[in-house]
């Protein structure tokens, strides 16, 4: 069968690719080294307009093929529109002086300091127009008795600067999730930030005071970590959880029960739709007269969009809202619910409100998830009625037991690609803590939130407090069990998209060639387990160097740009902290002057006092890292210092037979518009 015919033999199937096409030309904006001018996405709008209106008008064998190519196009515009469209200045350097700002939102960083999210900032001595759009201030002081709220604006001597690099070349770029945050800058105040004035405008702003209260007064009456928990499922607010919780939760790959997303969201609204259609139920005139089922489907997204606001209104809230929404509305529209189309009427929303989220760990692990215990249930409700006799009182556990093997086989390689680890028993930890969120937790919430203004909320609060009690306490012993986490060496740049588009062809296609997408998933995966790490590393502000040694990546110092040092080991799928790969072999030398070999070429970094000392020598002996800048190097010698570390970026060496290879990260990211 030649293509065409196979395209014509999908007719009445093709809908659910129009989110993968659309997502394939939003992957090839990202994936571009130069940032295209505007009259190219322009051009690619009017192409797909030109070829999707040509799809309708001849909708024979071309018309798939056609439209398939107009979402393309679309997509690739539809990426460089929305990234002119959040574009806003950002710091271009250091700073240091006196910051005003309207806090937006409050969370923790990862040093579990308290940090603010400001708007409608002002910076000392930086003009109007210059000065970033939104700024995060990590607290290094603490506030007292009163923490801010949002919408107070606070004024605080900080330390401010640019949006961080990657780490190393290829790694994560925070300028890129920044950029389309309107981030600008990021940086911490040692000193206490004071409130300047009472709250300011907004709409958005009430919403986050009663969301912030409503935390407060969770944390009041369920305290500790239950108190936490409690306040970021249901509030979004998760400043008030402790780092020692959050970790065993992500060890026990448990942590997505803190994420407001589509778990909580679905768990929710089939609550209320399903308490409001039992209760409908049992009024027999309005049974014969009313349609209960709609009406409890209004009711139930009534209390998603609730929902959605106290919560507030992160991307995973709204992707899940959004994913909801139009579970219901097909309802209201009496047709099937769960549906591989209904999964891509979602994935178009999302992708058009917000083309970046396709780079997100949150958008790819929750649609993979989606899409494959839809793709699943559907084959079962397909299968012959003799393979469908399990007996009524199995049903149920075996549901969740499937669902969580789906859902963890779907989303696992997305997780380790994007954390760089596998919980090694995350199915056990989901079998124990999933169902009772869903049976206890979430039901005593909507409970409490009923009885709440009769002042009985307690009588739903309490039964919560067991549930989330028990789903601490799973995430404490199975993040205790001995290899709990399997650390996972970060994939290269190719292995996702290739696995992702092998395993929506499975998912997609009907027929026997369907199978044809487990190809690529297995090349994706020979791959990654192929894949090479650089053998010498170097930090861009040039304090700190990594050289793989006989027992993993040795690090140059033990304490100390600990982010980057993180980032290093945890993309080298290594456990070890930066104290223990400081210990390791790899590294010769003096504490001031650290070498190590790349093939027959020694790399010396030079810190401490006297560093202009050890220059010479180091030269002689190969090239020289200097974190200073050099002003009259020696002669011939290759140096690698400051002012050549702000032009490079990071800079991973690797050997060669032609002598080792330099490759940096700002030549990876390329010309974009936050990595200029």
């Not at 075996?398 to 994007?418: I, Y």
Request: charged residues 15%.
């Amino acid at each position: 069968m030649g293509p065409l015919r196979a395209l014509e033999a999908q007719r009445g199937h093709l809908f659910p690719w129009a989110p993968v096409l659309l997502a394939i030309g939003i992957g090839l904006y990202f994936a571009l080294r130069v940032e295209p001018s505007v009259w190219v996405f322009a051009a690619a709008a009017g192409l797909g307009v030109l070829l999707g209106l040509a799809a309708t008008r001849w909708p024979g064998r071309w018309g798939p093929v056609l439209a398939g190519i107009a979402l393309v196009a679309l997509g690739l515009a539809l990426a460089g529109g929305r990234s002119h469209l959040v574009a806003a200045p950002k710091l271009e350097h250091r700073f240091y002086g006196a910051v005003e700002g309207r806090v937006l939102a409050l969370d923790r960083s990862l040093s579990d300091a308290p940090r603010l999210t400001l708007d409608r900032v002002w910076l000392e001595g930086i003009p109007p127009g210059a000065t970033p759009a939104r700024i995060r201030l990590s607290l290094h002081s603490p506030w007292g008795l009163n923490a801010p709220v949002p919408g107070t604006r606070v004024a605080a001597m900080a330390h401010l600067s640019p949006p961080a690099a990657p780490a190393e070349p290829g790694g994560f770029d925070f300028r890129r999730h920044a950029w389309f945050d309107r981030l600008g800058a990021v940086g911490y105040a040692r000193g206490p930030a004071v409130a300047m004035s009472a709250l300011a405008g907004g709409l958005s702003l009430p919403v986050n005071r009663v969301r912030m209260h409503l935390s407060a007064a969770l944390r009041a009456r369920l305290p500790g970590d239950q108190g936490a928990f409690a306040a970021a499922i249901l509030t979004g607010d998760r400043s008030a959880m402790s780092r020692g919780t959050v970790e065993n939760l992500r060890d026990a790959n448990l942590a997505h029960l803190l994420a407001i997303s589509g778990l909580h969201m679905g768990l929710l609204t089939a609550v209320v739709f399903g308490g409001l259609r039992f209760g409908l139920a049992l009024i027999p005139w309005l049974v014969l007269r009313a349609p209960i089922k709609k009406i409890a489907a209004v009711g139930a997204l009534g209390a998603g969009s609730a929902y959605l606001a106290l919560s507030g209104g992160n991307v995973a809230t709204e992707r899940a809202f959004v994913m909801v929404a139009v579970v219901l509305g097909a309802v209201l529209a009496d047709r099937r619910a769960l549906t591989l189309r209904a999964v891509a009427v979602a994935a178009l929303i999302v992708l058009l409100l917000a083309p970046e989220s396709l780079t997100q760990a949150g958008f790819q692990m929750s649609f993979a998830a989606t899409a494959a215990l839809v793709a699943v249930f559907s084959a079962l409700r397909d299968l012959p009625e003799r393979f469908q006799r399990v007996p009524r009182a199995l049903r149920a556990p075996l549901a969740v037991v499937l669902s969580s093997v789906v859902a963890g086989l779907a989303t696992a390689p997305f997780g380790a690609a994007h954390f760089n680890q596998v919980a090694q028993y995350g199915l056990l930890a989901n079998l124990l803590s999933v169902p009772l969120m869903g049976t206890l937790v979430i039901p005593a919430a909507v409970v409490a939130a009923c009885l709440a203004p009769f002042g009985l909320a307690g009588l739903g609060l309490e039964p919560m407090r067991w549930g989330i009690a028990w789903i601490l306490g799973v995430a404490d012993w199975v993040a205790g069990l001995e290899g709990a986490v399997w650390p996972v060496v970060a994939p290269g740049p190719f292995v996702l998209p290739l696995l992702a588009l092998g395993a929506v062809w499975v998912l997609l296609w009907q027929g026997r060639a369907r199978w044809g997408g487990v190809a690529p998933v297995v090349a994706a995966l020979v791959i990654w387990a192929q894949t090479a790490r650089p053998p010498l590393l170097i930090a861009e502000s040039g304090g700190l160097i990594g050289v793989i040694g006989p027992e993993g990546r040795a690090l140059s110092k033990p304490r100390g740009e600990g982010f980057v040092a993180l980032s290093w080991l945890e993309n080298d799928g290594d456990l070890a902290d930066q104290e223990t790969a400081f210990a390791r072999p790899g590294l010769g030398g003096t504490p001031t002057a650290r070498w190590a070999m790349v093939g027959d070429t020694r790399i010396t970094l030079t810190t401490g006092r006297g560093w202009q000392d050890h220059i010479g020598p180091a030269c002689q002996m190969g090239w020289v890292v200097v974190p200073q800048t050099v002003t009259s190097p020696p002669e011939g010698c290759i140096l690698f210092d400051r002012r050549h570390l702000e032009k490079t970026g990071a800079i991973a060496i690797w050997a060669g037979p032609e002598g080792p290879r330099i490759v940096g990260a700002r030549e990876v990211a390329g010309r974009r518009p936050w990595s200029q």
